[in-house]
């Protein structure tokens, strides 16, 4: 076989082995549900949980990487601290392990019919959950289809002198085989391919032990890129966390080398002891070196959050998420205080949504990246206090409750469903902003000074609302009415200025469809804050 067609087969077949391993992990990601992100919220309030939820997730996503970039994502929104998401890291480190596993079992004559199997589940089936499992069984049977073909494609390399002189180099000098694992990986953007591939290359015989485990060391080195692209941009604290993860790693690799003769035994004794087939062996030894340096690294959970707090010097702005008021315990005490808590956690809600109109004002008014930055967070923080909120309001409204309670827990209902669909505007507006930026949209100076009036005017209806609902003061709340009307008015005044400027050539199609949308989105905002202070005047 010419060297062309041995290029076409490799790359041909690391694709399909690629795409394999993302249709295996989306389809599990999918028969799984939407639970993952819960999970890692949910679980990892102490870091041995962090571990165990880092593994089992890993485990079902079959992606180290997919893990500890959702893992940043929930540190950058505020709902994950450092020193958990370190311990999410390291069990994503053993999660990711499972694949090597998968593959040391070798089924590789069976990647077709199971290819095929998944294929049918796929195209005959119109049940969701049965396409799910098909995009399972196609994404297992291209992984080992994928990894048989660059087998094949490499199985001439065995008797080539200069990768026979590399695999020497390799074997005299373990650190170039961590620089070789580490740059192959950060090429293909996946661990799981390029310690499949070291599988393959000493199942053929190709390459020694002694070679084979720097390239592995390198090959979790390598998957830490991921994590650090996905930090680029983000917060402080999700910048720490992805460098964490290269810190994890880098550390493990360093003890491992140290010790690598008795490490290298350890491998070759579970190797006779097992009687494991090459591939099997690397299994073992990438298990092995995740798990001892999880169980050497633990302890030292707090010294790592210290180390890269350190190195990556900064205060970053949090948003707490959860819920600071509730607890059960107000329920079981009184209905009473428990509404009290609930009132103080929605008036809580609300300085969050008007700390978004604030964030977004300035974004609007300057363009500048910090405020773009925390808006999705004010978001994800309003939505989580949202379901929060109403949860605990209605065990309350299991308990019964005086004519004023009831009327209180209703306007508490009220306010909150407001409070998240004003989010919901912020977001829009948010949205509206980066579309004039990415347009490269400029408004007139008098459609900025209208819009500034009416962003203005909006934020003190708001806020007026909150007021009235934190004292219970009705004139509070009918000032809150009459600022309303003004909005109102104001909204159909700018629409008809904008269709004026439209006419007479003063801005273009792009910019008023901009425009208006943020007209739009601030006049709704005004009336989810009449809503909230119509709550106070039926209350009172």
Known sequence: MDLQSLLFMFFGGLGIFLYGIKSMGDGL????????RELLDRFTTRPIMGVLTGIVVTGLIQSSSATTVLTIGL?????MTLRQAIGVIMGANIGTTVTAFIIGINISEYSLPILAFGTILIFFFKNHKVNNFGQVFFGFGALFFGLSLMGDAMKPLRSAQVFMDMMVNLSENPLLGVGVGTLFTVIIQSSSASIALLQTLFDQGAINLNAALPILFGDNIGTTITAVLASIGASIAARRAAFTHVLFNVIGTILVLILFVPFTHLV??????FDLNPRMTIAFA????????TIIQFPFIA???????????GEDTAIEHKAVHLGEQFIRQSPSIALGQGKKEVLRMAELADKGMDEVGQYYKTQGKKHRELLPQIEDALNNLDKTITEYLIQISYHS?????????????????????????????MEMIDSQIKNKVVFSESALEDLDEMFDLTVSTLRQAVKALETNDIEQARAVLEKEKIIDEMERDLRKKHIKRLNENQCTGTAGIIYVDIVSNLERIGDHAVNIADGVISEV
């Open 401 to 429: 409750l005086t004519d004023q309670d009831l009327h209180t827990h209703h306007t508490l209902m009220n306010t909150v469903i407001n409070l998240e669909r004003i989010g919901d505007h912020i977001e829009n507006l």
């Open 75 to 79: 540190v950058t929104a505020g709902f």
């Open 286 to 293: 990438h298990g092995t070196f995740n798990v001892t340096n």
């Open 303 to 313: 010294v790592l959050a210290w180390i890269v707090t350190k190195l990556i010097p």
């Open 29 to 36: 990601q999918k028969v799984a549900g939407d639970g993952l």
């Open 268 to 273: 070759e004794f579970f190797q006779a002891t």
